[in-house]
């Protein structure tokens, strides 16, 4: 017999919803993978043209329709400890409406662009309905695993044979270091130690094999912010167990790579420390995003608008590119979301920005709390609320926050909240 208040015709109808949520659960999480090609890979032209100028990637591609067709689905069904973090994503977009508002010159693309926070606020709902389901967030791991497989090889064979490791996203690193606090998890857990090690030593590689200064920190950031999040006598021994098994493996393999690789870690680092290269170049964005803020304290200079009017940005502290980056011409963000929003939407951006701060370190919180770490069911949900405080705290130096993957585990984060508490 059917359930109350369910029809005979619905029933198939449910059952091909329930069959097509693990399938849809597994592509987010592969999908992840193509969240931001990189520009100099291989894939850097799988990105789909919406309007204008304004390309989606294969990631949001699959997205809209998942997203459209849920909130047909679900609803609107908000918990109560969800209410501030969605607000606040409510109010950052409409910060940037009212910078684009009081903005001159802006561009159709400008206002396209708001839709990636509507898509953030959509993503996080959609995510939380969606991993709900013990059995989807499973298959949502898995589709993380296949990706991160395919990155992993394909970005240490890339640096072998070329310079940077990346594979097919710039972004890959934050779906290894998930895996990588889920390992240190299953190891912490006494299971298939030797397996794991070699996970993570793999995995490990490819990410310093990335020759990107903002992964080696979001890695260190990111164990660093495990062990203070479970600060126990026991763990803290297994950790220190791990990583330095780990890190002698590392330095094994060091002396065994050509001289040219230990070199091109070692100037990458001296650049950093220098403030030359790259890091100068992040100095000299901040700069303008520093002077652009102080002349349109309040609203900014419109969403979107750092990148396309840098030429005509002021300058405070007056930092200079070297002669090879001018020539360049090119035109970046701000590679700083805390500036980012203060240049672009000023203090009423600002505002929604740190509520957005406070309720994601909140939910995260309460999962730390609630979760168990010797609980295998639950490594994945705080291997997930790890790297979204990683990615709040790595704002600072790049841009993760109102991206897909952070997005896609903050909703797997609150899936798993919504299976464990009713309020």
């Not at 167990?241 to 870690?265: A, D, H, Q, R």
């Amino acid at each position: 017999m059917p359930e109350d208040g369910v029809t005979c015709t619905n029933v198939p109808n449910k059952r091909l919803r329930l069959r097509a949520s693990p399938i849809i659960s597994l592509c987010f999480g592969f999908l992840l993978i193509f969240a931001v090609p990189y520009g100099a890979g291989y894939f850097k032209d799988w990105l789909i043209p919406l309007a204008g100028s304004y390309r989606i990637n294969l990631f949001e591609a699959f997205a809209m329709p998942v997203i459209y067709g849920g909130l047909i689905y679900y609803g609107i069904r908000i918990k109560k400890y969800e209410q501030i973090l969605f607000l606040s994503i409510i109010l950052t977009i409409l910060s940037r409406i009212i910078s684009l508002l009081a903005a001159d010159g802006v561009q159709v693309t400008q206002w396209i662009s708001i839709f990636r926070y509507v898509e953030t606020l959509a993503l996080v709902y959609i995510c939380a309905n969606l991993f709900s389901n013990q059995r989807n967030r499973h298959f949502f791991t898995i589709g993380v695993i296949i990706g991160v497989a395919i990155e992993t090889v394909g970005g240490i064979f890339v640096f072998l044979i070329h310079d940077k490791g990346i594979f097919i996203s710039t972004s890959s690193f934050m779906l290894q270091v998930f895996l990588i606090i889920t390992c240190i998890l299953a190891f912490i857990n006494k299971k298939h130690r030797f397996l794991v090690i070699v996970l993570v030593l793999t995995m490990v590689l490819a990410t310093f094999a990335t020759l990107t200064r903002a992964a080696w920190i979001f890695l260190m950031t990111s164990v660093l912010m495990f062990v203070l999040v479970y600060l126990k006598k026991q763990i803290l021994k297994n950790i220190l167990l791990f990583s330095g098994l780990t890190g002698m493996i590392i330095l094994l393999l060091g002396n065994i790579l050509p001289y040219t690789t230990t070199e091109i870690f070692a100037s990458r680092m001296e650049s950093a420390l220098g403030g030359e290269g790259s890091v100068l170049y992040r100095f000299y964005l901040w700069d303008m995003a520093i002077a652009s803020f102080l002349q349109h304290p309040i609203v900014g200079i419109g969403s979107g608008s750092f990148g396309r009017q840098q030429e005509h940005l002021p300058k405070i502290f007056h930092v200079e590119l070297p002669a090879y980056y001018a020539e360049l011409d090119i035109q970046l963000s701000t590679h700083n979301t805390f500036l980012g929003v203060l240049s672009e939407t000023g203090m009423s951006g600002l505002a929604a920005y740190l509520l957005w701060i406070i309720a994601v370190t909140g939910i995260c919180r309460k999962i730390f709390r609630l979760s168990n770490i010797y609980c295998n069911n639950d490594k994945y949900v705080i291997a997930a609320s790890i790297i979204v405080i990683s990615s709040v705290i790595g704002d600072v130096i790049s841009q993760y926050s109102f991206m897909p993957i952070s997005s896609a585990f903050i909703g797997f984060a609150l899936g798993w909240l919504r299976e464990r508490i009713n309020y």
